[in-house]
């Protein structure tokens, strides 16, 4: 379903929780397609994953294109949300609104994400809201921002800092963002975000009370054994598949049972 007044309904708060899956490609997005999941996110975080960077900085505007392209070759039926990459938006509104104009023309998207909670940030939500843009924020663990953070730390702790980001989720409402990812916040924090503000929250390390979650894909199915942040659920173990299934290929290959007729023309 692609309709964002109800894949991402405030009126689903406090009765259905919206599940998000974080995917960077066709072979992928294909099984997600014929899942249940509510919407796919092509987030940035593809220049950890997939590119082996240490944070999404060099992630580039023409790759997150070049992703999403595919994401939704492989999912026709899904709500695709896009992530504009680090300085494709917070240079200036015109940069944002070409970025965004991009994303949306060449990707057949039907959102984009933006980072943080600025005036800037939200005076960029609202003229691409009223120029056909839905955008879906993000507050809290901002990774683009990682380095004035000092690492991948939990944010909005103590009173000052998690009534800052509640002002923050509120004015991104305010101005236009259809939903906002919460990441690595205290879990009381989360709630009481997605009590107080009109759209719904998706959370990644934010607590169960969020009107949603997110999790990136690879994550959710342990690809990487070494990776176990406090907020992942490894539901499946395909590190150990993958490597089970080509060292059976390898044997095969040197024993010569592998191609035998039954693959063979
Ligand atoms: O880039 C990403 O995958 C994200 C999610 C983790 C929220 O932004």
Same mark, same amino acid.
């Given at each position: /379903?692609?309709?964002?007044?109800?894949? !991402?309904?405030?009126?689903?708060? @406090?009765?259905?929780?919206?599940?998000?899956?974080?995917? !960077?490609?066709?072979?992928?997005?294909?099984?997600?397609?014929?899942?249940?999941?509510?919407?796919?996110?092509?987030?940035?975080?593809?220049?950890?994953?997939? %590119?082996?960077?240490?944070?999404?900085?060099?992630?580039?505007?023409?790759? /997150?294109? !070049?992703?999403?392209? &595919?994401?939704?070759?492989?999912?026709?039926?899904?709500?695709?949300? $896009?992530?504009?990459?680090?300085?494709?938006?917070?240079?200036?509104?015109?940069?944002?609104?070409?970025?965004?104009?991009?994303?949306?023309?060449?990707?057949?998207?039907?959102?984009?994400?933006?980072?943080?909670?600025?005036? =800037?940030?939200?005076?960029?939500?609202?003229?691409?809201? %009223?120029?056909?843009?839905?955008?879906?924020?993000?507050?809290?663990?901002? +990774? %683009?921002?990682?380095?004035?953070?000092?690492?991948?730390?939990?944010?909005?702790?103590?009173?000052?800092?998690?009534?800052? *980001?509640?002002?923050? $989720?509120?004015?991104?409402?305010?101005?236009?963002?259809?939903?906002?990812?919460?990441?690595?916040?205290?879990?009381? *924090?989360?709630?009481?975000?997605?009590?107080?503000?009109?759209? +719904?929250?998706? @959370?990644?390390? &934010?607590? +169960?009370?969020?009107? @949603?979650?997110?999790?990136?894909?690879?994550? *959710?199915?342990?690809?990487? $054994?070494?990776?176990? +942040?406090?907020? *992942?659920?490894? =539901? $499946?173990?395909?590190?150990?598949?993958?490597?089970?299934?080509?060292?059976?290929?390898?044997?095969?290959?040197?024993?010569?049972?592998?191609? @035998?007729?039954?693959?063979? =023309?």
């Amino acid at each position: /379903m692609r309709n964002v007044h109800k894949v !991402y309904s405030p009126e689903k708060k @406090g009765k259905e929780k919206i599940s998000v899956v974080t995917c !960077y490609d066709f072979g992928f997005a294909k099984v997600l397609n014929e899942t249940d999941v509510d919407s796919i996110l092509v987030g940035d975080s593809l220049g950890m994953v997939i %590119q082996g960077n240490t944070s999404t900085l060099p992630v580039t505007l023409d790759e /997150m294109i !070049y992703h999403t392209k &595919a994401v939704r070759r492989g999912a026709p039926d899904k709500f695709i949300v $896009a992530d504009l990459p680090f300085l494709s938006y917070q240079t200036s509104i015109e940069d944002g609104i070409r970025s965004a104009g991009r994303m949306m023309k060449e990707t057949d998207c039907d959102a984009v994400k933006i980072e943080g909670g600025s005036d =800037f940030i939200c005076e960029l939500i609202s003229i691409l809201k %009223q120029i056909g843009v839905p955008v879906m924020g993000h507050l809290g663990l901002t +990774p %683009q921002s990682v380095h004035v953070f000092g690492g991948h730390k939990v944010q909005g702790k103590g009173e000052e800092s998690g009534a800052k *980001l509640l002002r923050e $989720a509120e004015a991104l409402s305010d101005a236009g963002a259809f939903s906002m990812v919460l990441e690595m916040i205290p879990a009381d *924090l989360g709630k009481k975000v997605s009590l107080e503000i009109g759209v +719904p929250t998706i @959370g990644i390390g &934010a607590g +169960p009370d969020c009107d @949603g979650q997110v999790l990136v894909l690879y994550d *959710l199915l342990g690809l990487d $054994a070494n990776f176990q +942040p406090k907020f *992942l659920k490894k =539901f $499946a173990d395909l590190h150990s598949i993958v490597k089970n299934a080509v060292g059976n290929y390898h044997k095969e290959v040197k024993s010569g049972e592998f191609p @035998g007729k039954d693959h063979s =023309f």
